[in-house]
């Protein structure tokens, strides 16, 4: 029961007081799943203001095995060997498993892919996971399936071809045209000062360099410029760092609900086309289409190309029919 002293607190942190064998992401997790209910129904907003009085029931379900199983999910594989695996990942796809998420992920679907070579590799929640991708980003990512992979592609992904080849790519769908064709945000990341799920740029905060060039413009019904297809290649490896450095020179991912919300009205200024394909998008326009690397035993320079996903092409398309 809510105390006097508790009386308008956030949820969420009332039960962070209460509940201090909880970490405040789960305690999220379990709020968003609808496990914590209040007078016989489940509230589902972590900032929810309680009240004196207010009966409080929480449902916390066994703890999830502390190894990922194997899941038989489809996998589309480029590439593979003793050594590697480079996959096309779809949208819609965790990497690995977290609050929230602890089934149907991609190491999930590795486990049952490549069995007893992946254990050991990188922890037991991310086997043979050297480099990710957010969920609703899509493109290609490459696994190691073994501990020497794990090392030489580990590195590889630090230098981020400073010393080394290594190159990764990615097309992203942008609101606005730079006033330039190329360039450049040299701008370091760390974790947002109020939002602790999102990224931003902060002083401080860990090197981040990102290098952009205008591929196509695209203009609105009004037949002023309005959108943008990018080539982006990063020269480190942030988290969110393409959809943060794009955000903070202006032109943030189209479909992106947490790094360009304020942006959400200039679809007013697309073609009814258009507003159909971003609306049915459902997720930040942003697609890792290349990959460069060397292969970890060999040192033999691979390279792989991804085309624009189905879903990315429409957008596209319904974008130049409007021109």
């Known amino acids: 029961m809510v105390g006097g002293d508790e009386g308008s607190a956030r949820l969420d942190r009332v039960l962070a007081a209460r509940l201090t064998d909880l970490s405040r992401s789960r305690l999220k997790a379990l709020i968003l799943a609808g496990a914590v209910q209040l007078k016989a129904a489940a509230v589902r907003d972590p900032a929810y203001h309680v009240s004196p009085g207010d009966t409080i029931t929480i449902d916390v379900p066994e703890a999830a095995p502390a190894e990922p199983k194997g899941e038989e999910i489809a996998l589309d594989i480029v590439f593979e060997d003793d050594d590697i695996v480079v996959i096309n990942k779809p949208k819609g796809l965790v990497v690995h498993p977290a609050a929230g998420h602890e089934t149907g992920t991609l190491v999930n679907a590795l486990i049952a892919h490549c069995g007893s070579s992946l254990s050991g590799i990188g922890g037991v929640r991310r086997p ?16 190691a399936k ?49 939002a602790r799920e999102k990224m931003a740029v902060r002083q401080g905060g860990r090197e ?93 320079l691979l390279h792989w190309e991804a085309p624009l996903p189905e879903d990315l092409v429409l957008l596209e398309s319904a974008l130049k029919a409007a021109l």
């Open 128 to 143: 043979g996971i050297v480099h990710r991708l957010d969920k609703d980003t899509t493109g290609l990512m490459v696994v």
């Open 146 to 194: 073994n501990d020497l992979a794990h090392a030489a592609l580990s590195a590889q992904f630090a230098d981020h071809g400073r010393t080394g080849e290594m190159r990764r790519g990615y097309m992203a769908f942008v609101w606005g045209v730079p006033h330039r064709h190329r360039g450049t945000v040299d701008a370091p990341i760390d974790r947002h000062p109020h």
């Open 208 to 300: 981040a360099v990102t290098h952009w060039d205008i591929l196509e413009s695209f203009a609105g019904r009004d037949g002023k410029p309005v959108a943008a297809l990018l080539a982006c290649e990063l020269e480190t490896g942030r988290t969110h760092q393409i959809r943060v450095h794009l955000a903070h020179i202006g032109h943030p991912l189209m479909g992106d609900a947490v790094y360009g919300p304020h942006f959400k009205t200039k679809a007013n200024q697309l073609g009814p086309e258009s507003q159909s394909a971003l609306a049915a998008l459902g997720r930040q326009a942003l697609h890792a289409y290349l990959l460069v690397l060397e292969h970890p035993r060999t040192g033999e």
